[in-house]
């Protein structure tokens, strides 16, 4: 595209948003006329935000498993870059709890090389003022009654602190197992502490069978729907974010995105590493419901579903049209068959110490075929594959075209990480190739959408996906939350397989940490695509 206007056109016609113009990479350079919009457009999302109610209230955001993984590489560094936007209010406290135990200032220092230049460039200003507003409180579980009470009463005996009006922030980065005690207790805590609104955001994966999110969601139930954030942080990738636009707003793509055209779609998140001292958790999941059931098969949705006409309801807020068209997409997707299964374990996976069981047949890699029985996609296979201590790190869609006798078949090929961009193959006759004959050269027309400007936080847009999705809490925005009606039928098509692996102890086939996966993954994706085609003959 070769001007600035024609590139935001459609973004502002599609999702007119304050928010979504603001946090919407719609230019691909970084030109000064480019460089300047994003910097007016953040000034409108901040100056936005600041008229909103809950902004002019008092916030307290408590991280429960404040000790681990998720909360010091995601969670903290996402609240920071909120608070560096200016986008949490002037009264806010964040409280870590966890069963560790550590002071405030403990704390602050296990935070600290989190938020440092390198992850998060900043001045050491901002960073000083951010950790003097996280405090720490441990407890013996995650239902400790008393405990909570002590940290609440905590925060309500501050002098400095208006901690009647304020909101509260759950945020749950804890292990799912833990999930049902800690929402109970919390439920149980006495209401007097704080009057606005308590929200939970609940990582995932929901549960572990759809018996079990069934479970949950019933648990959770007196929280009332709206105040639940069932987060999937794929869902705020700017990439995945962009699926619906690329669709919308390019009649080539969305007519050609149909059974008569389209071959296979392949969905891969490669990672380079093992579990990485996360066995303890990865052992009980494994790789289909640590990536697949959730973050794969959300970007499947968004590729599949039908467009919805409209984004916004009659009075101009979103509706909930979106989710409603990614759940008619899983109504139509039957449960997933261990012959559609290749399943693997890299070597030197058992001997990660926090798996305890050695005789374990956890897949760390899994490619699985499903289908969308659709008027749409009917007999496409959709090849979703995940595995760890792989060759790359790469996360993409590539959506292959039936070819064109005696052409080759052309190929979209969206990235997600590490490099969002579009890739489309196109086919031409070799410069100065015989003439009469139908040679072709094959040659990738390519996209860039990341953002390549200066390193300076303030004028980049927020891009992290953790970032946009806890602003998303704060204002009360669901659309990009998954519905509880969603999560139950996700389960639904992944559950039978993963039962049949565990009672029939299903063993995976062994990978060699670094490769591609297992030696029969070709072969596999090769008979997954075929035989399809055959039997739509
Ligand atoms: P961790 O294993 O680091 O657990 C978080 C904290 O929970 C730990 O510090 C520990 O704190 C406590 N904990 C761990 N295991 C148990 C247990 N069996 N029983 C009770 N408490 C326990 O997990 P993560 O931070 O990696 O993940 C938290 C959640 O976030 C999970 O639902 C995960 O799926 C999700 N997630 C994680 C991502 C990541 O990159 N890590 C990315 C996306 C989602 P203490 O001992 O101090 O109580
Ligand atoms: C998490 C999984 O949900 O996503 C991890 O639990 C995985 O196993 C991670 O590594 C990948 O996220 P990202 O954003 O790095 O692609």
């Not at 100065?432 to 860039?448: E, Q, R």
Request: charged share 25%.
């Amino acid at each position: 595209m070769s001007s600035t206007e024609e590139q935001q056109f459609p973004v502002a016609h599609l999702r007119p948003t304050l928010d979504e113009q603001f946090s919407f990479r719609s230019d691909v350079s970084n030109n000064a006329d480019n460089m300047a919009l994003d910097a007016s457009a953040k000034t409108s999302l901040q100056s936005f935000v600041a008229t909103e109610e809950w902004f002019q209230k008092p916030l307290v955001v408590v991280v429960i498993g404040a000790s681990g993984d998720l909360a010091r590489k995601k969670t903290y560094p996402s609240l920071f870059e909120l608070y560096q936007h200016g986008l949490l209010p002037k009264e806010t406290m964040i409280w870590g709890y966890a069963r560790t135990a550590k002071t405030h200032l403990e704390f602050r220092d296990h935070l600290h090389p989190h938020l440092t230049p390198g992850q998060i460039p900043t001045s050491s200003k901002k960073l000083k003022d951010f950790l003097e507003l996280c405090y720490y409180h441990n407890g013996k579980s995650y239902g400790d009654n008393e405990a909570y009470a002590a940290m609440l009463g905590e925060i309500t005996g501050m002098d400095t602190f208006n901690a009647k009006d304020a909101n509260v922030l759950y945020y749950l980065a804890i292990p799912p197992n833990v999930f049902a005690e800690t929402v109970a207790t919390l439920e149980g805590m006495p209401n007097a502490v704080v009057q606005g609104k308590t929200r939970f955001v609940i990582e995932k994966p929901f549960g572990r069978d759809t018996a079990s999110c069934q479970a949950l969601l019933d648990g959770f139930k007196g929280l009332g729907e709206e105040m639940q954030f069932r987060l999937d942080h794929y869902l705020a990738k700017p990439m995945v974010e962009n699926l619906a636009t690329l669709r919308m707003a390019n009649p080539f793509l969305e007519n050609m995105w149909n059974h008569e055209h389209v071959e296979s779609v392949h969905i891969r998140f490669k990672e380079p590493f093992g579990t990485q001292g996360r066995g303890g958790y990865f052992d009980q999941y494994n790789i289909i419901r640590d990536v697949l059931q959730n973050h794969l098969l959300q970007v499947l949705l968004l590729v599949a579903m039908e467009l919805p006409s409209s984004l916004f309801d009659s009075a101009g807020d979103e509706s909930d049209s979106f989710r409603q068209a990614k759940i008619e997409v899983l109504e139509r997707m039957p449960p997933i068959v261990l012959e559609d299964a290749l399943l693997g374990q890299y070597d030197g996976y058992k001997d990660d110490p926090t798996i305890k069981n050695k005789d374990t047949n956890c897949p760390t890699y899994a490619a699985l075929r499903c289908f969308v029985n659709s008027k749409r996609w009917k007999g496409v296979p959709f090849i979703l594959e995940a595995g760890k201590a792989l060759d790359q790190k790469v996360v993409d869609v590539q959506v292959k075209f039936k070819n064109r006798h005696p052409f080759p078949s052309n190929m979209v090929t969206i990235e997600v990480q590490p490099k969002p961009s579009m890739t489309m193959t196109a086919h031409m006759k070799p410069l100065g190739g015989a003439s009469g004959t139908m040679d072709v050269t094959t040659t990738n027309l390519t996209t860039d959408y990341s953002f390549d400007g200066s390193d300076d936080i303030l004028s980049k847009p927020i891009e992290n996906a953790y970032s946009r999705l806890l602003l998303d809490v704060l204002r009360g925005h669901q659309n990009n939350f998954v519905r509880s009606d969603e999560l139950v039928r996700s389960w639904e098509v992944f559950t039978p397989l993963l039962h049949q692996i565990e009672r029939d102890n299903i063993q995976p086939v062994m990978y060699e940490y670094g490769s591609s996966g297992p030696s029969s993954r070709p072969a596999f994706m090769d008979e997954m695509v075929q035989a399809n085609m055959k039997s739509s003959l």
